[in-house]
């Protein structure tokens, strides 16, 4: 069946520090890949999406890129502020599931001032 | 302003007793799901409905039951059945086409 799997937290960076959180995927056909980020107490927030193989979402700094290959859909983020500490969730669906949310099990970030 | 609504913020329920989680949408989607979150774990779905009067079962059903009777409100029902209820309960929307799906602030349930 369809899976995700993203790298064990948490993860502690200083600010100003490069990000990465790998997320790679099992799927029977062609999904779309998301990434949600929750602050505490609080639901998920939609953070970027990618549809289709190469597509690159980005949002308030962060990117991914849907590398079918590899079947990877990375998180990066070039300098990140004390605000981007949350859990970071990647999830991916398919059209003939009826919509079905399949998510990796989160990635805790801390960023240190 | 157009998003998902969830109430009450907290809920108690004691040992035999149904409890109902509301969940109301405005933003005119027609699926709707229900998500259960565990301490340091990821979302498993509960039941979805991908138009009125219409419901799946997903991963973990039992012990909770649902209602699709109007496209903007899908409530959750907690009932005695279900043995370990506390949990974050998360309510989400999506359009069909699109696919990416929109979350409430979600309820915390506990069990006195």
């Known amino acids: 069946g369809n899976s995700v799997t993203q790298m064990e937290g948490p993860v502690t960076l200083s600010e100003e520090a490069f990000l990465t959180i790998n997320c790679t995927y099992t799927?029977?056909?062609?999904?779309?890949l998301f990434w949600y980020v929750q602050y505490p107490g609080e639901g998920l927030q939609l953070l970027l999406k990618?549809?289709?193989?190469?597509d690159k979402g980005s949002n308030k700094g962060f990117e991914a890129t849907y590398r079918k290959e590899t079947t990877s859909f990375h998180l990066e983020k070039g300098s990140v502020q004390v605000s981007d500490s949350a859990v970071y969730f990647c999830a991916l669906t398919e059209r003939n599931q009826g919509g079905k949310l399949i998510f990796g099990q989160g990635t805790e970030l801390s960023v240190k001032p | 302003d157009g998003g998902i609504t969830q109430s009450p913020k907290y809920l108690f329920r004691k040992e035999g007793q149904n409890v109902t989680l509301s969940c109301e949408q405005n933003l005119n989607h027609d699926a709707m799901y229900w998500y259960r979150q565990d301490p340091g774990q990821g979302l498993r779905l509960i039941y979805y409905s991908q138009i009125v009067n219409d419901f799946q079962k997903g991963d973990i059903a039992e012990g909770y039951s649902v209602s699709r009777e109007k496209k903007e409100s899908f409530p959750l029902t907690v009932t005695s059945a279900q043995k370990n209820p506390t949990a974050f309960y998360l309510c989400?929307?999506?359009?069909?086409?699109?696919?990416?799906?929109?979350f409430g602030p979600g309820t915390r349930l506990l069990v006195l």
């Open positions: 799927a029977t056909g062609y999904p779309s």
């Open positions: 989400a929307s999506s359009n069909s086409r699109e696919s990416a799906q929109y």
């Open positions: 990618a549809t289709k193989a190469d």
